[in-house]
T-cell receptor, first 114, second 116 residues
Framework: KAGVTQTPRYLIKTRGQQVTLSCSPI?????VSWYQQTPGQGLQFLFE???????NKGNFPGRFSGRQFSNSRSEMNVSTLELGDSALYLC?????????????FGPGTRLTVL | AQKITQTQPGMFVQEKEAVTLDCTYD???????LFWYKQPSSGEMIFLIY??????QNATEGRYSLNFQKARKSANLVISASQLGDSAMYFC?????????????FGSGTKLNVKP
C-alpha cells in the first residue's frame, strides 16, 4: 500500500496570503488528522476528519480550517498567514473507528511565511 | 497541566547498549492509548509501539519495549541494543478516551544520539 502523501512538500508564502495543503491518506483509511510542528510548541493537534466530518478540533484560531472529500483526501487551509504559522504541517491517517488506532504520518509540508 | 511530559530533551547512548526514554502522562479517563513515534531528521513520524490502558502486559515490538507503570502514569520506551540508525527524535503520545478517537497529545520529544 502506498503511504500517506502530502503536497506540496515545501512552500514559501508572505504574510497575509492564504495557503492550501493537501493530504492523501492510505487507501481504505477514513480518518485524517492534521498537526502543526514547531520548535517552540512541539506537535500540536489541529483537527481530525472522519467520513467528511470534522470529528475533533484542537485550539487553533479560525484561520485554520480543513475539509475532507468523499475519497478521504483532505485539505487544510490557512488564511491571512502570520509569521508564526511557519511550521511543519503533518497529516496522519488511520483506519479504524475505534481501537488503538495507530496513526500513519505523511512526510509533512514545510511552510515558511516571510 | 501537560498531558504528556518527556523530561529528557537529549540523551546519548553507546551503540549496542540499551536506553530508556521517559514519558509520563496525565489523564482521568480510564480508557486511553499510549504511543511512541520516532522522527528522523527527514521529518517523517514513524510508529514504534502501542500500549492500551487495559493491557495487562507490557508491549514489545522487536528491539522496542514499553515499560508501562499505570499507577505512576508512566510509559517509558526501552530500546535494546542501540544502533546508529536509532539516532532521532522520539515522541510519546496519548490518545484519550473512546469519544476522542484520534485526538492525540504529544510530548516535547527526546533527541537520542547513538555514539559509535
Amino acid at each position: 500500500k502506498a503511504g500517506v502523501t502530502q503536497t506540496p512538500r515545501y512552500l514559501i508564502k508572505t504574510r497575509g496570503q492564504q495557503v492550501t495543503l493537501s493530504c492523501s491518506p492510505i487507501s481504505g483509511h477514513r480518518s485524517v488528522s492534521w498537526y502543526q510542528q514547531t520548535p517552540g510548541q512541539g506537535l500540536q493537534f489541529l483537527f481530525e476528519y472522519f467520513s467528511e466530518t470534522q470529528r475533533n478540533k484542537g485550539n487553533f484560531p479560525g484561520r485554520f480550517s480543513g475539509r475532507q472529500f468523499s475519497n478521504s483526501r483532505s485539505e487544510m487551509n490557512v488564511s491571512t498567514l502570520e509569521l508564526g504559522d511557519s511550521a511543519l504541517y503533518l497529516c496522519a491517517s488511520s483506519s479504524a473507528d475505534r481501537g488503538h488506532n495507530e496513526q500513519f504520518f505523511g512526510p509533512g509540508t514545510r511552510l515558511t511565511v516571510l | 497541566a501537560q498531558k504528556i511530559t518527556q523530561t529528557q530533551p537529549g540523551m546519548f547512548v553507546q551503540e549496542k547498549e540499551a536506553v530508556t526514554l521517559d514519558c509520563t502522562y496525565d489523564t482521568s479517563d480510564p480508557s486511553y492509548g499510549l504511543f511512541w513515534y520516532k522522527q528522523p531528521s527527514s521529518g517523517e513520524m514513524i510508529f514504534l509501539i502501542y500500549q492500551g490502558s487495559y493491557d495487562q502486559q507490557n508491549a514489545t515490538e522487536g528491539r522496542y519495549s514499553l515499560n508501562f507503570q499505570k499507577a505512576r502514569k508512566s510509559a517509558n520506551l526501552v530500546i535494546s541494543a542501540s544502533q546508529l540508525g536509532d539516532s532521532a527524535m522520539y515522541f510519546c503520545a496519548m490518545r484519550e478516551g473512546p469519544n476522542n478517537f484520534n485526538k492525540f497529545y504529544f510530548g516535547s520529544g527526546t533527541k537520542l544520539n547513538v555514539k559509535p
